[in-house]
C-alpha cells in the first residue's frame, strides 16, 4: 500500500518536472529523457538477470536493433516513426525467439560470452552494411518521433512520450514478475533441474523472458533514435551492454526499481564528476566499488535499509501498528 | 596465393595467437582458484607495460626491469584481493564481475593520471632483424613470447602436479567446500591465485608491448580476446586456454587471409558461440549439468 | 513513517531540479561565450588536448586585443569521451545550459555527426575539425575548418605522380576513416591517372597486420596508402619495415604531431608521406604566402605558452574560433543564427588552414593548394614537393 503512494508521487513529480524545470533548464529535461531511455534498458534486463536468472552481455545488441530500424526505415524510407518502430519490435522479438532457442541452452559463465558474442557481432554488422547504416561514420537525418501529424521536435513534448514508454515498461514488468509467471521465473532461476521436475516448461519460458526483455531494449532503441537524430555503432557496443549490466547490479538485481536507479545513478554520475576531467575516470571506479562494497543489495538495497532505520527512529512515536504492516509487505 | 603469403598468415596467426593464450592463462589461473572471471586483468596488462617502460627509459636493465615489475603487480593484485575481493567473494557472481569492472576503472584511471594520454614505445628483448623464412618476417618477440608461454605452462604444471599449493588450488577449483573440509584455507588459495594471475597479466603486457604501442586504456582488446579464449578452451583449463588463444589466433590471421577482413570479428564470435554450444551439447548427457562454469 | 519517505524524496526532487543552473550567454560584462566539445578521454584523448589547447590560446590572444565588439570571448569546453552519445550531450549543455553561440571542436565523423545534429536542430553554428564530410544544404549551420578529406588524399597522390608513381594500394581500417579513405582515394586516383591495385581492410585495434601487406605486396603496389592516425599508423609502417615493404607509406593528415615522431623513432627504411597544413612547417614558407605571418605568430605563441609547437590539429581549432569570431564582426551580432550567416560570408580571410572563402554551397573554405606535404626525417618534420 505504502508503495503505491511513492510511486504515484514519483509519477506526479516525472510528470511535472518539463512543466517546472522546461524553461529555465531544458537541459535538464533533455538529460531525463535518456535517462528514460536506459531505465527502459535496466528494468528489462533486470526481469532477463535478475529473475530468470540468464545473465546477457548483449542487451545493447537489441537496443542497436531498435534504433537502427527506426533510424533507417525514418531518414531513407520516410516511414512514419511509429510504423518503423513497430518493424523494430517485430524485427527483435523474431531474432531474440530465434537467438533464445538456440544460445539459451547455455548456462552461466558460457551464455555470458555468448550474449558478448552477439553484441560483437551485431556491431560489426552495422559497421560493415555501410550503405545501409551509414558504417562507422554513423546514421544521419533521422526526423523527430511523430504521432497522428503531431512531430515531438521539442525536447519538453518528447519528455512525456519516453517517460510514457518508461512507465509502460516499469509496469509490466512489475505485472510479470509479481505475477504467477513471475514465481516460475524464480523457480527456474534457483534451480533448472527442479523446476523441469515441477513440469515446467525452462526451455520456452526462458525464450519468452529473452524476447519480452530484447523487445523492451529496441523499443528503448527507437525512443533514442528520435531524441539524438543520428546513429553511431560506437554507442551500442560490448562497453554499452556492460555499462546496463552494471547499473542493474548497482541499483540492485532482481528488484525492477533498483536497476532504475542503476541507470539513473550511473547516467547522471558524469554530470557530478565531468569538474575532475583527468581524475574523472579514477573517482567514477571508487564511487562504483565504494557502492558494492558496502550495500551489497546494491543502491535500492541501500535505500530500503535507509527506509527501515527511519521507521525505528518512529517506533517511539507510536506507529508501531503501520510498521508492522510494513515489515509484512513484500519487498516490492 | 604464394607460399610466402601463407607463411606470412601463419606468422600473424602465431602473433595473434600468443598474445592471446597468454592472456587467457592469466584468467584462467584466476578463474580457476577463485570462479571469478577478473574483467580487471587488462589492468595489470597495462601497468606490466607501462611499468617496464617507465623502468627501461631510467635505465634500469631488462632483465632487473620485468622482475621488478611482475613483482610490483603482484603486489597491486594481492592489495585489490585483500581489500576489495575478499569482503564481496560470497556474494553472487555478478556482483563479483561487477566489482572487477570497477576496479578496472578505478586502475585505468589511476593509470591515467600517472603516464598521461600518450602511447609509449616499448624496447624489444632482443635487438635485432625480424626473422625472414621464405619472404615472409615475423619479430623476434614473438618467439620470445611463445618462449615465456610455454615456460609459464611448464610452471603451472609443476606447480599444480607437484607442489602443495599446487594441490590445494586444484582441490578448490574442483570443491571448494570439501577443500576447506579437509583444512585448506580456501581463503589463502584465492589470495594466492590472485597474486599469480595479477603477474601472469603483467607479464604478457611486458612482453606484447614492443610488439605494438601501449597506453592507459590499451588493456581492454587483449582482456577481451583473452576472455573468449577461456571460454572456447574450456573455462578452467590452462592447456586449453592456451591452445584456444593459439587457435583463435591462426583463425583471425587466416580469416583474414583467406576470407575477408572485414568480418574478422563475426567469424570469430560465431566460432565462439557454436564452440560453446557445441561443448555444452555434448556434456547434456552427463550426470553432473554443466552449468557454464559457476 | 510517510512522513520521512516524503521528505527523503523532496530532498531528491531538489537534487534532479537542481541539475542545471540557469547562465545567461550575455552577464554584465558583456562576455560572449564559444563552446568547445573536446575528447579530453578515451581513444581520442591524445588529439583532444591538442584542440584545447590551441582554443585557449586564441581565446586569450582575442581578448588581449580587445575582445571582438565590446565583449570578451569565454570558452567553455566539455568532453566527449570519445563517445557520439557523450558529444549529443556535451552539445546540449552548450546550447541550452550555458547558451554558447557557436560550438567548435571535435574528431572523427561519429561524434561530429552527432554535434552536428544537435547544433543543426537548436540553430547554433557548429565550426567542427574532422573528417565529417558536409552537407550545406541539409545542415546549414555546420563548418568544417579541417581541410576536405579529397584535399588531404589528391595532394598526396600529386605528389606520387610528380615521383612518377602510378599503382597504389590500399590498406584501410574497418570504420569511417577507413570508407572515406577509400572513396577518396577512388576519386583522386582517377582525377590524377593512378591506378589503386588491391584493397585490404584491417582492425586498428590489431597488433599485427602483416597478413593484409602480405596480401598486397602480391598486386606490386609502388605506394600503399592507409587512411589512419596515430598509432595504427605507426603500425603499418613498422610492419612494412619488417617485411621489407620499401615504398612510400602515405597516411592521414590527422598524423602531423609530435606524438608520431615519437611513434615512429625506430623505423628507418620506410618513407613516410604525411599531408598536412602549413603550420607545421612554419620556415619553409614562402615571403609571398599570405598565411606566413599569422602561423609564424601562433606558433611562437603556443611555443612560449606550452613548450611544444602548434601543430596541424592546433592550427584547425585556432581556425575555427577566428572564423567564430570573424563571423560576429561581419554580422554586427551576436545572434546564433545571425553568426552563422556571418561565417558564410567570410571572404578572402588568411588564418593558418589558409586563406578562407566560404559560400553556401562551400563550408570548408579552403584549396587543395593549401595543404602541403611532409615527410620524417631523423625524427624531424621535413617538408617535401
Redesign the interface.
Known amino acids: 500500500m505504502k508503495t503505491k503512494f511513492l510511486l504515484l508521487f514519483v509519477v506526479l513529480l516525472l510528470a511535472a518536472y518539463p512543466i517546472v524545470m522546461g524553461k529555465s533548464s531544458p537541459y535538464s529535461v533533455a538529460i531525463m529523457i535518456v535517462l528514460g531511455v536506459y531505465v527502459i534498458l535496466a528494468v528489462s534486463l533486470d526481469v532477463l538477470v535478475g529473475f530468470a536468472g540468464q545473465i546477457s552481455l548483449g542487451h545493447a545488441a537489441f537496443f542497436a536493433i531498435g534504433a537502427y530500424t527506426s533510424g533507417i526505415f525514418t531518414a531513407k524510407y520516410d516511414l512514419p516513426p511509429i510504423l518503423a518502430l513497430l518493424i523494430g519490435q517485430a524485427f527483435s522479438g523474431s531474432l531474440a525467439w530465434l537467438i533464445g532457442v538456440s544460445v539459451l541452452a547455455l548456462r552461466g559463465y558460457y551464455l555470458a560470452m555468448a550474449t558478448l558474442g552477439l553484441s560483437a557481432i551485431v556491431y560489426s554488422l552495422i559497421v560493415g552494411f555501410q550503405s545501409v547504416t551509414g558504417g562507422a561514420s554513423g546514421l544521419r537525418d533521422i526526423p523527430p518521433f511523430s504521432l497522428f501529424g503531431f512531430s515531438f521536435d521539442e525536447y519538453v513534448y518528447y519528455y512525456y512520450v519516453v517517460w510514457a514508454v518508461v512507465c509502460l515498461v516499469v509496469g509490466s514488468s512489475l505485472l510479470l514478475v509479481k505475477s504467477s509467471f513471475g514465481r516460475t521465473l524464480t523457480a527456474i532461476h534457483g534451480d533448472e533441474t527442479a523446476a523441469g521436475t515441477l513440469g515446467i516448461y525452462c526451455d520456452k519460458i526462458k525464450t519468452s523472458v529473452f524476447v519480452f526483455a530484447s523487445m523492451f531494449a529496441a523499443l528503448a532503441g527507437s525512443l533514442y533514435a528520435h531524441y539524438t537524430s543520428f546513429l553511431a555503432p560506437d554507442d551500442f557496443g560490448i562497453f554499452t551492454s556492460i555499462h546496463i549490466l552494471i547499473m542493474v547490479f548497482l541499483g540492485g538485481i532482481g528488484t525492477i526499481y533498483g536497476p532504475a536507479l542503476g541507470a539513473i545513478f550511473l547516467k547522471l554520475l558524469p554530470e557530478f564528476t565531468h569538474s575532475f576531467r583527468d581524475y574523472e575516470l579514477l573517482v567514477n571506479g571508487l564511487i562504483l566499488i565504494t557502492v558494492l562494497v558496502f550495500t551489497q543489495k546494491g543502491l535500492w538495497g541501500m535505500f530500503l535499509a535507509m527506509r527501515k532505520r527511519f521507521m525505528e527512529a518512529f517506533r517511539s512515536s507510536g506507529v508501531r501498528k503501520r510498521e508492522e504492516e510494513m515489515d509484512e509487505e513484500p519487498v516490492i | 596465393m604464394?607460399l610466402?603469403?601463407i607463411i606470412?598468415?601463419t606468422?600473424?596467426?602465431l602473433?595473434?595467437g600468443s598474445?592471446y593464450a597468454l592472456m587467457a592463462v592469466s584468467l584462467t589461473i584466476v578463474y580457476n582458484a577463485s570462479k571469478v572471471?577478473s574483467f580487471s586483468q587488462g589492468e595489470f596488462f597495462v601497468f606490466g607495460a607501462l611499468m617496464m617502460v617507465t623502468l627501461t627509459s631510467i635505465g634500469v636493465a631488462i632483465p632487473i626491469a620485468l622482475v621488478l615489475s611482475l613483482v610490483m603487480a603482484a603486489a597491486l593484485g594481492a592489495l585489490i584481493e585483500r581489500m576489495?575481493i575478499k569482503?564481496?567473494l560470497g556474494?553472487?557472481?555478478?556482483?563479483i564481475?561487477?566489482?572487477t569492472?570497477?576496479?578496472?576503472?578505478?586502475?585505468?584511471?589511476?593509470a591515467?593520471?600517472t603516464w598521461g594520454?600518450?602511447?609509449f614505445?616499448s624496447q624489444p628483448f632482443s635487438q635485432g632483424e625480424?626473422l625472414?623464412i621464405l619472404g615472409?618476417?615475423l619479430?623476434l618477440q614473438v618467439l620470445w613470447i611463445c618462449g615465456a608461454t610455454g615456460a609459464v605452462l611448464l610452471l603451472i604444471w609443476l606447480l599444480f602436479e607437484r607442489t602443495k599449493v599446487g594441490l590445494a588450488m586444484r582441490a578448490c577449483s574442483d570443491n571448494s567446500l570439501g577443500a576447506s573440509l579437509v583444512g585448506i584455507s580456501v581463503r589463502r588459495v584465492n589470495f594466492f591465485a590472485w597474486i599469480f594471475g595479477s603477474s601472469m597479466g603483467a607479464l604478457a603486457g611486458i612482453l606484447?608491448a614492443p610488439?605494438?604501442?601501449v597506453?592507459y586504456?590499451s588493456g581492454v582488446?587483449p582482456m577481451?580476446s583473452g576472455?573468449?579464449a577461456m571460454?572456447i578452451g574450456g573455462?578452467t583449463s590452462t592447456l586449453g586456454a592456451v591452445i584456444a588463444g593459439m587457435v583463435l589466433g591462426f583463425l583471425e590471421?587466416y580469416g583474414?587471409?583467406f576470407i575477408?577482413?572485414?568480418?574478422?570479428?563475426?567469424i570469430i564470435?560465431?566460432v565462439?558461440?557454436v564452440t560453446?554450444?557445441v561443448?555444452?551439447?555434448l556434456l547434456a548427457g552427463e550426470a553432473s549439468?554443466?552449468?557454464?562454469?559457476? | 513513517m510517510k512522513k520521512t519517505l516524503l521528505v527523503l524524496l523532496f530532498l531528491a526532487s531538489i537534487l534532479l531540479f537542481s541539475l542545471s543552473p540557469i547562465t545567461p550567454a550575455y552577464s554584465a560584462d558583456k562576455v560572449v561565450k564559444i563552446g568547445g566539445v573536446y575528447p579530453l578521454t578515451g581513444y581520442l584523448s591524445w588529439l583532444g588536448e591538442y584542440y584545447k589547447k590551441a582554443a585557449i590560446l586564441q581565446v586569450d590572444l582575442i581578448n588581449k586585443a580587445g575582445g571582438v565588439a565590446d565583449y570578451k570571448l569565454e570558452l567553455v569546453s566539455y568532453d566527449d569521451q570519445s563517445s557520439p552519445e557523450e558529444g549529443t550531450r556535451a552539445a546540449l549543455r552548450l546550447i541550452q545550459s550555458d547558451k554558447v553561440v557557436a560550438i567548435t571542436g571535435t574528431a572523427t565523423a561519429a561524434i561530429t555527426g552527432a554535434v552536428s545534429s544537435i547544433a543543426n536542430k537548436y540553430k547554433v553554428p557548429a565550426v567542427m575539425s574532422s573528417g565529417y564530410d558536409l552537407r550545406p544544404d541539409k545542415e546549414p549551420f555546420t563548418f568544417n575548418t579541417a581541410h576536405p578529406t579529397f584535399f588531404a588524399v589528391a595532394r598526396p597522390f600529386m605528389y606520387l605522380k610528380k615521383q612518377g608513381i602510378s599503382k597504389v594500394g590500399l590498406l584501410m581500417p574497418i570504420g569511417s576513416l577507413g570508407e572515406i579513405g577509400t572513396a577518396n582515394a577512388q576519386k583522386a586516383a582517377s582525377q590524377y591517372g593512378l591506378t589503386i591495385v588491391a584493397e585490404e581492410k584491417f582492425d586498428i585495434k590489431s597488433p599485427d597486420v602483416t597478413a593484409q601487406l602480405a596480401k598486397l605486396r602480391a598486386s606490386n603496389p609502388e605506394a600503399i596508402f592507409s587512411f589512419v592516425t596515430g598509432e595504427p599508423a605507426a603500425l603499418v609502417a613498422r610492419n612494412m619495415q619488417q617485411l621489407k615493404l620499401d615504398i612510400p607509406l602515405i597516411v592521414s593528415h590527422g598524423n602531423a604531431t609530435p606524438g608520431f615522431l615519437k611513434l615512429t623513432s625506430g623505423l628507418t627504411t620506410v618513407k613516410l608521406v604525411v599531408p598536412s597544413g602549413e603550420i607545421m612547417a612554419p620556415d619553409s614558407l614562402s615571403a609571398t604566402d599570405p598565411n606566413k605571418a599569422i602561423i609564424r605568430e601562433f606558433n611562437k605563441l603556443h611555443m612560449e605558452r606550452y613548450q611544444e609547437p602548434a601543430n596541424y590539429f592546433s592550427g584547425l581549432l585556432s581556425d575555427a574560433v577566428l572564423l567564430v569570431v570573424q563571423g560576429i564582426r561581419i554580422s554586427g551580432s551576436v545572434d546564433p543564427e545571425k553568426i552563422r550567416d556571418g561565417i558564410e560570408k567570410i571572404k578572402s580571410f588568411p588564418a593558418i588552414g589558409g586563406v578562407y572563402n566560404m559560400s553556401p554551397t562551400d563550408h570548408y573554405g579552403t584549396r587543395i593548394e593549401d595543404m602541403i606535404v611532409l615527410t620524417i626525417k631523423d625524427g624531424k618534420w621535413q617538408l617535401i614537393q
Open positions: 604464394d610466402s603469403q606470412q598468415f606468422f600473424s596467426g602473433t595473434l598474445i572471471i576489495l569482503p564481496i556474494s553472487s557472481v555478478g556482483t564481475v561487477t566489482m569492472i570497477a576496479i578496472s576503472l578505478a586502475l585505468r584511471g589511476s591515467l593520471l594520454r600518450s602511447s614505445v625480424p625472414r615472409a618476417s619479430q606484447v610488439l605494438y604501442f597506453q586504456a582488446m577481451l576472455f573468449v571460454a573455462m590471421a583474414i587471409g575477408s577482413s572485414q568480418f574478422a570479428d563475426v564470435f560465431t565462439l558461440i560453446l554450444l561443448r555444452t551439447r549439468s554443466d552449468e557454464g562454469g559457476m
